[in-house]
């Protein structure tokens, strides 16, 4: 059974859009960036692949507001994806000229803050690709959302 490490280190998961393009594969971390002026700070990053040079996504920790688990807590990201007839199963990306169908019990939607003036962050939509991890990401994000601090603050304190 992963522990908090499955977390730190990543984990791959499908990630579905909102409104437009299709499900794709992101790997997600926790990631500590040593800042200049706040000191260390902690993020929750997405990229393509585990060695992946650049980050598709970064959000602080501290605009971290909850997950919540299950297709019905975000129709706009999932419902257009489910299986007709078979709210089980989703499709999920393309592999090899096919689209995966996997099991929709493994949906989380990760909730953020509003960053600032005009900077919104998006809700993450995903898909776990296995139980004991999306067991862990949620409780690892439900602890931290009720932790979470103000970004303004040196973590170390």
Not at 18 to 39: A, C, M, N, Q
Not at 40 to 69: C, F, I, M, N
Not at 70 to 85: I, M, Q, T
Not at 124 to 137: G, M, N, R, S, T
Request: charged residues 15%; hydrophobic residues 45%.
């Amino acid at each position: 059974r992963p522990e908090g490490g499955a977390v730190f280190s990543g984990a791959y998961f499908v990630k579905f859009p909102f409104k437009h393009g299709s499900p794709h594969e992101r790997y997600l971390r926790l990631h500590v960036i040593d800042t200049d002026y706040y000191g260390p700070q902690p993020y929750l990053e997405w990229s393509t692949h585990r060695d992946a040079v650049g980050v598709k996504g970064r959000a602080h920790l501290s605009l971290l507001r909850g997950v919540s688990v299950g297709v019905a807590a975000n129709p706009s990201a999932f419902s257009r994806f489910l299986v007709p007839g078979d709210a089980s199963q989703i499709r999920g990306p393309v592999l090899n000229t096919t689209r995966a169908v996997l099991p929709s019990r493994l949906a989380m939607t990760i909730v953020f803050a509003q960053a600032g003036a005009g900077q919104l962050i998006e809700p993450v939509a995903l898909l776990a690709l296995d139980e004991d991890i999306f067991q862990c990401w949620v409780t690892v994000l439900h602890f931290l959302s009720v932790m979470a601090v103000p970004a303004t603050t040196n973590a170390t304190q």
